[in-house]
DNA sequence: TATGAATGAGAGTTCATTCAT
DNA sequence: AATGAATGAACTCTCATTCAT
């Protein structure tokens, strides 16, 4: 029974990431939940209402970028470690249009934690063993990398269908960016905790396209 | 009574971007309408339906955007010009959020021939004078002038009003790209038929939280 | 000035009578006005509200079947001038289709009194005529006829353009249920009054698709 | 539940009927579903739209004059099964007032298919039972049957409240015209597909009131 | 527990009517 | 007197959410 409630969850996150991603954010629980092969009741068992839908979804994706992250750890160069890293969520982004929309819009921060300090956790470790074998510069920080990648994304984004790969012509400007040497900042760069508001700020924004807080 | 009427059409359209800014672009017509201190059914005389009136909106936001590429042609450094055109697009993008997502779904490209025309034309030129001056790449291309405003407007994008300025971190590697000797692309550019096309792909799927296109 | 009003109140109603026919009784004023080349506004200072301008097209329809009893009467031979008045009124019903529609709704009974009585007399005056000469039954009423002619006009507002003659098949067999030695009427005829009343109650129905009557 | 719903969707056609029948066709929705003791919601979990709901009575009404042809048919006597089956039709039509509008556009000739099959099946027995019996005249066809009933109808809906059996004092006449030796027609008959025809024909007129089809 | 029918608020759109010019 | 812009109530239809089965 249990292993059965699981699996329709897994079912509608599924069935609900495809259909955001061709019908668009704004599809209809009664579609998602006709693509999963059940009933939109079913769905309300499993998520208090189409906004929590969306954020699991936002954290499957989350949860997608943090193995990546954490597959780069892996790698022993820690220069390609990084590069690894942007071409993974790159890949991934390309794969599943709407991702940075629905990444971004993570949805609630105090839910998410766990995943977000890993995924934190990873990025730090990843550019300080970068910084400590001198192959990225001293000033980038963390949320650096996070920008980068969004920004790449964006390009993904838009080029869309038409030339999926655009990421791949700005990719060596990015990294290039990072080396020692790269063109100099031409700010401060936003700490993790800054960053997360950010996010959680944007989010709001994303958010009103499901509207409908918690009750209460 | 013309005139009256052209106001209240301007009227309508800033009411519009106000509230797409601050409610997202699925903002009821009764609102804007409100906003703008204005009956639905006089948005309905100026405007055949909602699909119109974010037309007129993204319309006006390009109509914006090639007039500051238009002004930096008038700088005569041709490498501050271009730099001038990334300072003065990233900071109308950054004073009324969501221009992005207005911009980028510009809604009907037979409609708006002109301006994007004209905008291919003054980056082309821009790109010419910093290549022939020796301060840009010669392998640079308009479009790409077009991905990088992109790739920067998408910082500020989720940024935010946590730091609507957190594009000026990235702006000198952005620049540094475009200068001769900066890292390799990796992939070619799109031609600006392309990148008129991926836009125009781009814009479908803004396009469906607005549908219902002219009749008959 | 007096003449220009006059021509434009015409205009109108010509207008209105051929939008109706091809657009429906739910054809919009602003779209009449257009079609007679004027303005909303004009239309309401000829008429009180789409309803009287419903009616006035409706009285011009009285007007022209008045006529045609009018010039039945002129006719020499009394069967054949019944036979004249059913063809002529059948004539016009097949050119303009909905003039049944338009004309049972003559709308405002107390408005119509002097067109109506004019039919009433001229249909009892063409009955007595025929009844005198001895070619209709004595049992006839003046009712009969416009009964007899409404039937006919259905066939033809039913098979409309396939076939817009197709009361022609079932004429010779009305005009002989009028002949002496007919079969015999199932009931009573309705009166001049009650038929008026049923043609106003009816009227009730129709009206609805124009509703809003006067105010107060 | 299911026996619930298909109990709302007769709910929902009475209703209609009623509705129909005192407000006329141009009824709101919300106002059927209300007087139906329903939400719109579930007019539209049944209906598609406003058309498929006057699709719906309008099956209906041909069911029930399919039922009365057929029970016509039981009837031993050939030619009082025809007075049979016009007097059942006008009952029906004048305790339903409406009903001829809606019969009349019976909406999608390609999804009644079946239904006008047996009507035309039913009435053709109908008369060839009586040639061959010789008390109906040779020429007639079955369209004459329909057209006959039709203009009979009209009389009731026009008499209404007043007169609601008008048709009576007609019928003789019409059935006299059926009998071997009445007036000759005036023209050739239509066949079963040309009334179809007409009748799709008609509809169009109808539906002009209702509009909007099924997408795509 | 799963289903899908029911609900009704809300969105886009139309149009009779009013009124400033 | 004529115009057509402005208004807003009303209509059709959608969809998140609830609830009977």
Sequence with gaps: MRKDAARNRELLIDAAREVFASRGIEASLDEIAKHAGLGVGTAYRHFYNKHELVAAC???ALDRVVEIAEQALRVEDPWQAIGGFFEGVLRLQAESRGLREVFLGDYDPDEVGQPRERLVAALSLLLARGQRAGVVREDAEPSDLGFLVLMLCSVTDVAGTIAPDMWQRY????LDG????GADFGGRALSAEEMADAIAAHK???IRATHIPRPE
């Design 58 to 60: 936002a954290q499957q």
């Design 171 to 174: 990719l060596p400007m990015v």
């Design 178 to 181: 990072l080396r020692p040497g």
């Design 204 to 206: 709001k924004e994303l």
